[in-house]
């Protein structure tokens, strides 16, 4: 199959592009598309063949569920019930945006394969005009994953796409570097604490402020099966092994000398902060205290160290305020748990 990326950054002069994406999607098709997030690899949610290309591009495990993307709020209504008080709240304050609710599923309504069996269903609307544009012209609910490889980080850029899924999909709409550059925040309302599954752009302290106390699903509680299936999957990991090492100026060259010592060859991604240290390959996450550019760069900073010969990566640990929360949260996830000690 020949994957075309088509440029829709001008929505004025490309709609023949949505046609093609919508046409696509409505023969039981997948398309790549950008979100402010990440970019998604996209089928309609009634489809089940079609939600079975995702999984079979992105050698995706099947019990790991799908996010479904919406343009309206009635969309949602066919496949929803017994929708929670304070996740009409959450979608009042915070869509069209990066927060993903998980919702009681409204039975034999979606394809299986999109909630893997669950009673529950995760569902967003993307705050992008790209992806909402799609929607609108589809008008129908589309379950969309990250457009990436299975285990490789989320794709920020259509090139990313087109590097892990080139040949197995048909058609990738580019419309430029998505802003956020990690998923989206996902919220589960099936207890009575809304509790975070995964943290995202959305941060905990932005939902306190509009639904009160909110719980965080530890991912390292092993015993407990995880209640977001995707978060049990080693992920976001580059090809060299990621270790995470305590953000200071003399750690970090220590640990450069001693991988050197070795006759290996050593990648950092960090801030600015960290640029002069002698080091094989850097790759920069903005200014020390931005974490919103860290977010914007992380991805990227990931997929760049598959392009040298580092033997090994370190990072840096950034703050856990605001969106660091997600950061680390991807970071540990790259890392699988590795800390470099010297
Ligand atoms: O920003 C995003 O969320 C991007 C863009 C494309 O929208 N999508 C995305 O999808 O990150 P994906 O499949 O890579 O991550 C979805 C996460 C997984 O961890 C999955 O296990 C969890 O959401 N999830 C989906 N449905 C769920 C459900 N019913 N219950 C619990 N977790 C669910
Ligand atoms: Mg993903």
Redo the contacts with the bound molecule.
């Keep these: 199959m020949k994957t075309i990326i088509k440029n829709v950054d001008n929505l004025l002069t490309n709609n023949d592009s949505y046609t093609q994406a919508v046409d696509l999607l409505t023969k039981g098709e997948v398309v790549a598309?950008p979100?402010?997030?990440?970019?998604?690899?996209?089928a309609i949610a009634t489809n089940e063949e079609a939600v079975a290309k995702i999984f079979e591009a992105k050698g995706?495990p099947q019990d790991?569920?799908?996010?479904?993307?919406i343009g309206s709020k009635e969309e949602m209504m066919a496949f929803t019930q017994d929708i929670p008080k304070l996740a009409e709240v959450c979608m009042d304050a915070f869509w069209p945006g990066?927060l993903?609710l998980?919702?009681p599923?409204r039975p034999n309504t979606l394809a299986k394969n999109?909630?893997?069996g669950?009673?529950?269903?995760?569902v967003?609307m993307?705050e992008h005009k790209v992806?909402l544009e799609l929607l609108k012209q589809l008008k129908q609910p589309v379950a969309?994953?990250?457009?990436?490889k299975s285990g490789k980080p989320?794709p920020t850029k259509a090139v990313h796409v087109h590097h892990d899924l080139e040949g197995k999909i048909p058609l990738i709409l580019d419309g430029g570097t998505t802003g956020?550059g990690?998923?989206?925040?996902?919220i589960?309302f099936v207890n009575d604490l809304p509790t975070i599954?995964?943290p995202?752009?959305v941060t905990k302290e932005m939902l306190e402020k509009v639904i009160g106390q909110v719980g965080e699903a530890q991912p390292t509680d092993e015993k407990e099966a995880?209640?977001?299936?995707?978060?049990k999957?080693a992920h976001y990991a580059p090809d060299s092994p990621v270790y995470l090492i305590e953000a200071s100026l003399v750690k970090l060259k220590e640990a450069v000398e001693k991988i050197h010592n070795e006759q290996k060859k050593v990648a950092i991604i960090a801030s600015e902060s960290f640029r002069h240290i002698n080091v094989d390959y850097f790759f920069s996450l903005g200014k020390e205290d931005q974490l919103s550019d860290a977010a914007h760069l992380l991805y990227q900073a990931l997929r760049d160290c598959d392009e040298t010969d580092a033997d090994i990566i370190l990072v840096p640990v950034l703050s856990k305020a605001g969106v660091g929360t997600a950061i680390m949260n991807r970071l540990e996830k790259a890392a699988d748990g590795r800390w470099f000690y010297s």
């Design positions: 598309f979100t402010e997030t990440v970019y998604g690899l996209g995706r790991n569920p799908l996010i479904v993307h990066p993903t998980i919702l599923l999109v909630t893997a669950l009673q529950t269903v995760g967003r993307p992806a969309a994953p990250s457009a990436n989320s956020i990690l998923e989206s925040t996902v589960e599954l995964r995202g752009g995880p209640r977001a299936p995707g978060m999957y």
